[in-house]
């Protein structure tokens, strides 16, 4: 799953594509209270205050609505809800 977070590049610039700019503070994802294997956190390219999270969803999550909590550098965001199929 992939998903889009809005914060600060701190260099003012644009992330660049190619090669993605790698995050370099921790990223934790919970689902249900339960940690996700994060894939990828890196720059949205072109963007300067955008991320992109990449992370699977455990296997043994429930189907139905799922709670996520992104936690960059041990801040802890505000809870979303998404349909887990």
Not at 43 to 58: L, M
Not at 61 to 70: F, H, R
Request: glycine letters at 10%.
């Amino acid at each position: 799953m992939t998903m889009p977070r809005s914060g600060h590049s701190g260099t003012g610039q644009s992330f660049p594509s190619d090669p993605p700019a790698t995050v370099n503070s921790p990223v934790d994802v919970k689902v249900n209270g339960q940690p996700a294997e994060v894939l990828a956190a890196v720059g949205y390219p072109g963007s300067v205050h955008g991320y992109q999270v990449n992370f699977r969803v455990p296997a043994d999550a429930v189907k139905g609505l799922a709670t996520i909590q992104v936690s960059p550098a041990w801040i802890t965001s505000s809870p979303v809800s998404i349909a887990v199929q």
